[in-house]
């Protein structure tokens, strides 16, 4: 593990790395080779400067939850700061952009008896999950092999520290002990 964050300090730049996610790799990580500037995704000023001279962005930017925002928030964060983000990493000759997207992407069930692997249909039920499938739809149009890769990660609910929103509840009630 520590070869692998140790080569992500390697020219790296991480979208939303004060969010859940993104403060957590970039810690893990560490700052030496991190570059974390605060960006708005939805906006086009300052990515051009920020991205050049970076091997790898990876983008935990977006919206994690669709409760309580409108469709078209989730969609212009999710997929069109997705997009933009890339395409400015792309034009500033990064070669890699991991995406994290989510499980949501297939659905809430698989068949009986089966399991969801990347051959799976993305079957999205929220607009989440709807806005995670279009990024990924969105970045294989950039995707160049030996150019500009897209790496699509795609995790299941993230819990630790600092969770907020309904699965903090949930995972503050299974730790208590009767």
Known sequence: MSEVLSRLQE???????????GRRLVEAIGSGGVSDRRLDVC???????ALVD??????????????????????AV??????????????????RFLFLSSVKVFGEFTEPGAVFS??????????????????????KQLHEPGAF???????????GPGLKGAVATMHRLSLIHI
Not at 43 to 49: A, I, P, S, V
Not at 119 to 139: F, I
Not at 149 to 159: D, G, H, Y
């Open 11 to 21: 020219r790296c730049f991480v979208t939303g790395a004060g969010g859940f996610v």
């Open 43 to 49: 906006k086009d000023e300052g990515w051009r400067d």
């Open 78 to 95: 999710n997929v069109g700061g997705t997009v933009r983000v890339a395409s400015f990493a792309r034009e500033a000759g990064v070669r």
């Open 149 to 159: 890769e897209i790496v699509v990660l795609r995790p299941t609910v993230v819990v």
């Open 54 to 75: 970076h091997d790898i962005v990876i983008h935990c930017a977006g919206v994690a939850s669709s409760r309580g925002r409108a469709a078209s928030e989730v969609e």
């Open 118 to 139: 990347d051959e799976s249909p993305l079957r999205p039920t929220s607009p989440y999950g709807e806005s995670k499938a279009r990024a990924e739809e969105e970045l």
